[in-house]
């Protein structure tokens, strides 16, 4: 069985770093093809994607969270890090982290995580 | 970057059929994926690949693509279907996985 869960603070205050973990089972990012990628939802809002990263280390970014953004892996803990810098109100929502399958050479969420809610508020 | 579109959102009685929309520009040569998510809950897979269920979604839930529109259908609408549905597709030029801006379903 394959499964995500998302865990990190619940509130954040304005300029600091939000830092979150996507801790996973059923699965390796060791396996090619692979990835798990960060999502957020502001309240009442759209699905908004923020980053992933492959198998292979290779990692991407939201253009316009690009500069904020660091993404990275620990496949011994099966483990994705999120890290957010300066963070503001605009960013308080619920993040999920998702697994990503490959098939003929695109790339799909198929597995989520159940969210973790974050408000940024001083 | 590759952008698509959903409208807001779409009205449908019990036991009739619901379509729900993606557009983009030919879009029928990617692949899209579709999310259902119901208040408070996360988003859950309905269909993978234009067309691919994944197992326990059922029969009603269909998905086509072709041209500048990808589909979700839902036929035999029910209650429990009323939510958000979001399209998702991978965007090969720049390595990024787009999101629609959702289509709220309501079951009349």
């Known amino acids: 069985q394959i499964t995500l869960k998302e865990s990190g603070p619940t509130l954040v205050k304005p300029t600091q770093t939000l830092t979150l973990t996507c801790t996973f089972s059923g699965f390796s990012l060791t396996t090619s093809g692979l990835g798990v990628g960060w999502i957020r939802q502001p309240p009442g809002k759209a699905l908004d994607w923020l980053a992933h990263i492959f198998w292979n280390d290779d990692q991407r970014y939201s253009p316009s969270l690009k500069n904020r953004l660091t993404i990275t892996k620990d496949t011994s803990k099966n483990q994705v890090v999120l890290r957010m810098t300066n963070v503001d109100p605009a960013d308080t929502g619920t993040y999920y982290c998702?697994?990503?399958?490959?098939?003929?050479?695109?790339?799909?969420?198929?597995?989520w995580g159940q969210g973790t809610m974050v408000t940024v508020s001083s | 970057s590759y952008v698509v579109t959903q409208s807001p959102s779409v009205s449908v009685a019990p036991g009739k059929t619901a379509r729900i929309t993606c557009g983009g520009n030919?879009?029928?040569?990617?692949?899209v994926h579709w999310c259902q998510q119901k208040p408070g809950q996360a988003p859950m897979v309905v269909i993978y690949y234009d067309s691919d269920r994944p197992s326990g979604i059922p029969e009603r839930f269909s998905g086509s693509n072709s041209g500048n529109t990808a589909t979700l259908t839902i036929s035999r609408v029910e209650a429990g279907d009323e939510a958000d549905y979001y399209c998702?597709?991978?965007?090969?030029?720049?390595?990024?996985?787009?999101f629609g801006g959702g289509t709220k379903l309501t079951v009349l």
């Open positions: 030919s879009i029928g040569l990617k692949s």
């Open positions: 998702a697994r990503i399958r490959p098939r003929d050479s695109e790339y799909a969420f198929d597995i």
């Open positions: 998702q597709v991978w965007d090969g030029s720049s390595g990024h996985l787009i």
